[in-house]
């Protein structure tokens, strides 16, 4: 069908990136541990991708396409401080992430649509309607 193109690392595990291209950083290394996991489904009209980010919330992403490339981030700053006669207790919290991928022609780019629930973002990638998957029919033969 050929979707996507696909760069390969070939120090990383293959993790459902047939269907779009993970850029991890810039030079292709990055700390797994940080990056949220994300599962991706082809349906017949549209692309589902869920992006597991719990403890946050929607104002917290920042969903961006250029031309083919969907990019989904997030940083977020905690700073807490307590204070009592004899100590201080500072604590700091920062995470971010950054998850690249291709959309491939068939993706309606003007239709996608987001959604934060219950600890998931969830993005519907609708496919264009000549991309859709067509109903069997009959020829007939003159």
Known sequence: MGLMTRTSNGWLPNLLEDIFDDRLTENGFSALKSLPAVNIEEKEDKYSL??????????????????????????????????????????????SFKRSFTLPDTVDANKIKANYKNGILYLDLPKREEAKTQPKRLIDIS
């Open 50 to 95: 869920e992006l597991v980010a719990p403890g946050k919330s929607k104002k917290d992403f920042n969903i961006e396409l250029d031309n083919d490339l969907l990019i989904i981030s997030s940083e977020t700053k905690d700073e807490k401080e307590t204070e009592d006669k004899n100590f201080t207790r500072r604590e700091f919290s920062y995470e």
